[in-house]
T-cell receptor
Framework: EAGVAQSPRYKIIEKRQSVAFWCNPISGHATLYWYQQILGQGPKLLIQFQNNGVVDDSQLPKDRFSAERLKGVDSTLKIQPAKLEDSAVYLC???????WGAGRLQETQYFGPGTRLLVL | GQQVMQIPQYQHVQEGEDFTTYCNSSTTLSNIQWYKQRPGGHPVFLIQLVKSGEVKKQKRLTFQFGEAKKNSSLHITATQTTDVGTYFCAGPGGTSYGKLTFGQGTILTVHP
C-alpha cells in the first residue's frame, strides 16, 4: 500500500515570496490533515479536511495561509507571502475518516515525509 | 484549549539503560496515542490507549494510561541505538473528529 506522498521535499525561498505544497493521501482516506512542525516542537494542526470540506482550520493563519482539497483526494497548502517564522516542516497526514462517537478509537494518522521549508 | 505536556524534553542514555517519558494533560482524555519520529523523518504511529489504567506492551516498549486518564507514560527497557528519535504523545484536540494535540516530544539519544 502506497503511503502519503508529499512534494517538494525541500524548499528555500525568500521572505515575502509565495510557496505551495502538495499532498496525496493514502487511497481511500477521507480525512486529510496539514501540520506545521517547528524545530524542537510537536506537530501543530493547521487544517483538517473531511473529503473536500474543511472540518477545522482554527489554527490556520488565514491572512497568509490557504489550503484546498477540491476533489476530495489530493490537497495543496499555500503560503503567500512567507515570513521568516514560517520556516518549518509541513507534514501532511491522512486517516480513514468515519463517525465520531464517545468511546470510539481515535483513528491512526499516517504521515507523509514532509516538506522542509526555509524562509530567508 | 487542551494542552498535552511531556517531560523530559531531552534524555541521553547509554545503550542498555532504560528510558521513560511522561505525558500529562490538564483535562481527562478519552484516549491517547504515541508516535515516534526518527531524526529527519516523520511521525509514525506506535499505539493507542483507551481504557483507564491500561497497560500495553510492544517488545521492549511499555505504554501506560493513568487511572484518571490524564497522564500516560512510555517506558523502554534496555535501549538500543535503533530507539533514537523523538517520542510524542497526542490526545484528542477537541470536538473535531480525528484532531490531535501533540505534546512537545521527548528527544531520546542513545550512546553506544
Amino acid at each position: 500500500e502506497a503511503g502519503v506522498a508529499q512534494s517538494p521535499r525541500y524548499k528555500i525561498i525568500e521572505k515575502r515570496q509565495s510557496v505551495a505544497f502538495w499532498c496525496n493521501p493514502i487511497s481511500g482516506h477521507a480525512t486529510l490533515y496539514w501540520y506545521q512542525q517547528i524545530l524542537g516542537q510537536g506537530p501543530k494542526l493547521l487544517i483538517q479536511f473531511q473529503n473536500n470540506g474543511v472540518v477545522d482550520d482554527s489554527q490556520l493563519p488565514k491572512d497568509r495561509f490557504s489550503a484546498e482539497r477540491l476533489k476530495g483526494v489530493d490537497s495543496t497548502l499555500k503560503i503567500q507571502p512567507a515570513k521568516l517564522e514560517d520556516s518549518a516542516v509541513y507534514l501532511c497526514a491522512s486517516s480513514l475518516g468515519g463517525v465520531w462517537g464517545a468511546g470510539r478509537l481515535q483513528e491512526t494518522q499516517y504521515f507523509g515525509p514532509g516538506t522542509r521549508l526555509l524562509v530567508l | 484549549g487542551q494542552q498535552v505536556m511531556q517531560i523530559p524534553q531531552y534524555q541521553h542514555v547509554q545503550e542498555g539503560e532504560d528510558f521513560t517519558t511522561y505525558c500529562n494533560s490538564s483535562t481527562t482524555l478519552s484516549n491517547i496515542q504515541w508516535y515516534k519520529q526518527r531524526p529527519g523523518g516523520h511521525p509514525v504511529f506506535l499505539i493507542q490507549l483507551v481504557k483507564s489504567g491500561e497497560v500495553k506492551k510492544q517488545k521492549r516498549l511499555t505504554f501506560q494510561f493513568g487511572e484518571a486518564k490524564k497522564n500516560s507514560s512510555l517506558h523502554i527497557t534496555a535501549t538500543q541505538t535503533t530507539d533514537v528519535g523523538t517520542y510524542f504523545c497526542a490526545g484528542p484536540g477537541g470536538t473535531s473528529y480525528g484532531k490531535l494535540t501533540f505534546g512537545q516530544g521527548t528527544i531520546l539519544t542513545v550512546h553506544p
